[in-house]
């Protein structure tokens, strides 16, 4: 494993590294006299510049869905096209559909689909769109769009999809007809998981427990079925147990957690007999030793329960998450081989989010290894933060002795103080943190949170003093959007100047109508310089 990757995690790590590979802000773009006026036209040609630099496909995809969201489908559609030398245009045309129909742009959305030569990633463009026809009211032209889909796997997506929809909007009798569709297309194979859990949230919601359970019955039928071999399935069956627990029913998951007991003692009691066997024939190679088993009954995959008490852990209230950990500390008890580690984390990290601080930490306190007992407690602390106990977060932040794990932690206690209003005390935090990026990161948030309460001097002040130059772009993008069209502006432009384009797509239309038309124009032509045979002729 890489040095400090455990103690720092690995988003943050990555990070770190990236900024770190690209060096210190360089001198001088600090100067308040820098893009001072905040000028459209400043911005726009600031843009154009930055344009020209390789930003890669993920900031392309970026831009073509802000484009979207703007107004500008033919835009994107061309921006998107104009990259057909690398691999896989028509699946991001794929994605602007979805983006189109989020946005409400129904006609361009279907145009673009018709528009798709390939037929699968046409098919799929279209399931997707039929949802957001759903969503915008037209029940029965989406209906008559579900009928048109090309092929049998993609049916019971499109009328599940269709289903959610018509759910969401409050019309469960309808949606109930059009699960049962999806249901019956769906038969057994792969989309019958994902059909039966959401046609199980739609009775749920209208009321009808009966049927939800019948639902949720078949679900544990086809996981059961699955064994260890279903993989993908193991997830519906946690959406299933979620979803009951969240309304104080435990018995399914009573059964599911005695399932996963007896078969751990079943292959504890199978590698025991294995053991015997061969004591046996080392001590006699001439003897042949043949051992029959009779098939056992199937039992739950013990990695469901960690992913369980994850699950749980994010969407259930207090009463129930401890109630679900009480269970899941009796199944540690017993041996449930490698799957213990998974569970005693995501253990740990209820705990946690819940308040239950001691039991946490004796958890953590498990692990031999300090590296990772160091990266468990900065978990720990970072989730204790996010339950808005930051005083106990901050004590036991303190107490880390590894400065990487320490670094962490203190950045996730900064980080909760600055979003719930504590900017005074997040900032005096600060210098605590050991490691020197890991305080520039932590004053994006301080300074976030300076202007969203109305002090954007100081804000940018702050944002000044991140040394790295990565960290600095991303803090002064994270000023543009609460402050004024002028000053929003010049922090765009210094943003753009130290990081690219890419870190303020969100907010330039806002702030520079015709901005992101600017940078894909540009971008595009960049691509038209680099393509042999597309130079205009000299004269």
């Given amino acids: 494993m890489l040095k400090g990757l455990a103690q720092w995690g690995q988003q943050l790590y990555w990070t770190r590294f990236t900024d770190q590979r690209l060096g210190p802000a360089p001198r001088g773009s600090s100067d308040p006299g820098l893009l001072r006026s905040g000028f459209a036209p400043c911005l726009l040609t600031v843009l154009r510049l930055a344009a020209h630099q390789d930003t890669g496909g993920r900031s392309d995809r970026d831009l073509a869905a802000a484009l979207v969201r703007a107004g500008h489908l033919a835009r994107a559609v061309e921006l998107v096209r104009s990259g057909a030398g690398r691999s896989g245009p028509e699946a991001d045309l794929v994605r602007l559909v979805r983006a189109a129909g989020e946005g409400g742009d129904l006609d361009g959305a279907l145009a ?3 528009s798709l030569t390939d037929r699968a990633l046409r098919d799929s463009a279209l399931v997707d769109h039929i949802a957001a026809v759903a969503r915008a009211g037209d029940h029965e032209g989406a209906a008559r769009l579900a009928r048109t889909v ?3 796997h993609n049916w019971p997506r499109a009328w599940a999809g269709l289903a959610k929809a018509v759910a969401d909007g409050g ?15 769906a038969g057994r ?10 046609a199980m949230e739609i009775a749920h919601t209208a009321g009808d427990h009966v049927l939800a359970s019948t639902f949720a019955d078949r679900v544990e039928d086809l996981v059961r079925r699955a064994g260890r071999e279903g993989v993908g399935q193991r997830a519906f069956l946690v959406a299933v147990l979620t979803a009951e627990a969240r309304a104080g029913d435990l018995d399914r998951l009573d059964a599911v957690l005695r399932s996963v007991a007896r078969g751990a003692a079943a292959r504890a009691a199978e590698e025991a007999e294995a053991a015997v066997v061969a004591a046996e024939r080392d001590a006699d190679p001439d003897v042949l030793c043949l051992t029959i088993r009779a ?3 199937p039992h739950f995959d013990a990695r469901i329960v960690p992913e369980l008490v994850e699950a749980i852990a994010g969407s259930a209230d207090r009463e129930v998450a401890l109630a679900v950990a009480d269970r899941a500390e009796e199944l540690l008890r017993r041996d449930v081989g490698f799957e213990s580690f998974a569970l005693r984390e995501a253990m740990t990290l209820l705990l946690a989010r819940h308040g239950q601080l001691e039991r946490a930490v004796a958890l953590a306190d498990r692990i031999v290894e300090p590296g990772l007992r160091s990266a468990r407690t900065a978990e720990v602390v970072e ?9 106990r977060a901050e004590a036991l932040a303190h107490a880390l002795a590894d400065p990487r794990a320490r670094s962490r932690a203190l950045m996730a206690v900064v980080g ?14 600060v210098p605590a943190i050991p490691d020197r990026w890991g305080r520039g ?12 309460q109305g002090e954007p001097e100081r804000a940018e002040q702050l944002a000044h003093t991140i040394p790295h130059r990565r960290a600095r772009a991303r803090a002064l993008a994270a000023l543009v959007e609460p402050s004024e069209p002028a000053r929003a502006r010049r922090l765009a432009a210094r943003a753009v100047f130290l990081g690219g384009w890419a870190l303020v797509l969100d907010d330039l239309e806002r702030i520079a109508p015709g901005a992101l038309v600017a940078v894909a124009d540009e971008v595009m032509s960049r691509r038209k310089a680099r393509t042999p045979g597309t130079e205009e002729p000299q004269r």
């Fill in 150 to 152: 090309r092929y049998p």
């Fill in 112 to 114: 673009l689909v018709e």
């Fill in 295 to 297: 098939r056992p009954s």
């Fill in 441 to 452: 990161e932590a004053l994006i948030d301080v300074a976030a949170a300076l202007a969203r």
């Fill in 383 to 391: 989730a204790l933060a996010r339950s808005g106990d930051t005083d």
């Fill in 171 to 185: 019309d469960f009798r309808t949606a109930l007809g059009y699960a049962a569709r999806a249901d019956e297309c």
């Fill in 189 to 198: 194979g792969a989309e019958s998981g994902a059909v039966l859990v959401t």
């Fill in 416 to 429: 909760e103080l600055a979003r719930s209003g504590e900017t005074a005390r997040a900032e005096a935090l």
